[in-house]
């Protein structure tokens, strides 16, 4: 997808908080196991109390509450290019920084640790944002990035192959529609991380939505449409796909009495030598 366009469907997306609300809420409410996203990210990190941390692509700070209250001596920054969503962000705002994650407005060797969680696969040079998240971290500083896995929902993505099929002329020969964590994912993420840091740790989360109506299962799917468009075939429409996709669920529903997603998404910490890489950088030097 070309740069521009990428751009322009991102910040669609992001225009409001709606697809994140959707999106959090359908997690909070369908989510089997009952799971806490901001706990269990910020505790793959091993928190000394008194960070100072950079939240790039901070949203509507999913993390931040949760952070705070159990790590309340750290020193929380918020940076994100939407300001419909900064504004609404819960931290003080002189915390806040508008801005793009390519440039980041803060000098080098600022922070503990910087945050990046589900964003590094908007941006258009990951290579490049991941420099200079580098150049803002202290040396023994962390990246924390949580992304969602290649395999995620594998039940959705066979029946939106099945709608481009029917719907296409060249359905059965159109590739697998992309996820939007396509360029950074759990699997790839780890191989692009380890590009710029001596170690990436990996942490999986699997899970899944179970829902008992058509509805939030609908609404979970299209408010994903921004992201995921682009990838169907020209002559395949979205809300044509959508329609689609509401009689396969409905059947299913029928047939089984519950509508099942499997997920799967993950947090990759990396660093050169802080948190758990210090103890092996430690015995590394003594060779």
């Given amino acids: 997808m070309p740069a521009a366009l990428l751009a322009d469907a991102i910040s669609r997306y992001y225009a ?27 505790e793959t990190v091993d928190w000394a109390g008194d960070e100072v941390i950079l939240d790039v ?52 060797d600022s922070f503990d640790v910087v945050m990046a969680n589900h964003v590094l696969y908007h941006v258009s040079d990951i290579d490049g944002c991941l420099s200079e998240i580098k150049r803002v971290l202290k040396p023994d500083g962390r990246v924390l990035a949580a992304t969602d896995s290649l ?3 594998p039940e959705l993505q066979v029946l939106i192959r099945r709608a481009i099929a029917l719907l296409s002329k060249n359905g059965a020969q159109a590739p697998p529609p992309a996820l939007p964590c396509d360029a950074f994912a759990l ?11 001596y170690a ?24 994903m449409r921004d992201l995921r468009q682009h990838s169907l ?30 997920l799967a998404c993950g947090a990759l910490v990396a660093s050169d030598r802080g948190d758990f890489i210090q103890e092996f950088v430690r015995r590394d030097s003594f060779r």
């Fill in 200 to 223: 990436v740790v990996r942490h999986d989360l699997p899970f899944q939505l179970i829902f008992d109506d058509v509805e939030p299962a609908i609404e979970y799917l299209d408010s």
């Fill in 16 to 42: 409001n908080d709606r697809n994140l609300r959707i999106h959090e809420e359908t997690h909070a409410k369908y989510c089997v196991p009952r799971i806490d996203f901001a706990r269990w990210t910020l």
């Fill in 187 to 197: 699997e790839n993420g780890t191989r692009i991380l380890a590009r710029h840091f």
């Fill in 233 to 262: 075939p020209g002559d395949v429409a979205w809300d044509d796909m959508m329609l689609i996709m509401r009689q396969q669920m409905t059947q299913l529903l029928q047939l089984l009495g519950k509508l099942e997603i499997n």
């Fill in 57 to 108: 692509g901070a949203g509507r700070g999913s993390h931040y509450s949760r952070l705070i209250a159990e790590q309340p001596g750290v020193s929380y920054y918020a940076l994100d290019r939407s300001p419909n969503l900064l504004f609404n962000h819960p931290c003080a705002v002189d915390r806040r920084a508008l801005g793009d994650a390519m440039i980041l407005p803060f000098a080098d």
């Fill in 151 to 153: 395999h995620s929902l």
